[in-house]
């Protein structure tokens, strides 16, 4: 790479952040791609170039589902807790048991989510998660009553900082665990 072309990489990099910075959702590659007239290949090493940045700092780059985005550093987490207490939201045992096996059963529908967990499932568990927009229906299940199958959304991989399911943390063996006992 010549000098010229790593200036103009240093350059793009520092819009793609000045962009993140001014943006309230992910970026997608393509728009980035698009507003910056830059290719595939271009584009990677820009943000590289911008990653590498931005490892001395208290920044990073992420990437989720839905795009490119700069997130604070786990490092300060508990500072930021401290300080803005109202960011922090409680989520509960039993919405996170409902949105975990939809995470890792999709689709399933809300018969599998009481038959996973053994307890009836609250509707108004359901209904946050549809106002978060962590989970859709796609569809329904061809057998009696037609149930409505439940996936997770790609602001769900957003709120958690995954690109994609398969970052979902592996579930433990419980055929091992059992043994241990």
Known sequence: ???????HLEEMSKHIE???HASEAPLTTNMLKKHLSLN??????ALAL????????VLSLHETASGYRLQV????SALIQRVFPQRQERLTQALLETLSVIAYKQPVTRG????????TLSSN?????????????????ETLGRPALLHTTPQFLDAFG???????????DMEAIKALS
Do not use: C
């Open 73 to 76: 550093s786990d490092t300060y």
């Open 162 to 172: 995954l690109a994609n399911l398969d970052e979902l943390p592996a579930l433990p």
């Open 50 to 57: 911008l990653q590498q940045r931005l490892n001395t700092g």
């Open 18 to 20: 000045a962009l993140l």
């Open 112 to 119: 599998d989510i009481e038959h996973v967990r053994g307890v």
């Open 125 to 141: 568990i359901l209904r946050q998660l549809f106002d978060k927009g962590w989970i859709e229906e796609k569809g329904y299940k």
């Open 40 to 45: 595939t290949k271009e584009l990677a090493q």
């Open 1 to 7: 790479m010549t000098d010229t072309q790593h200036r």
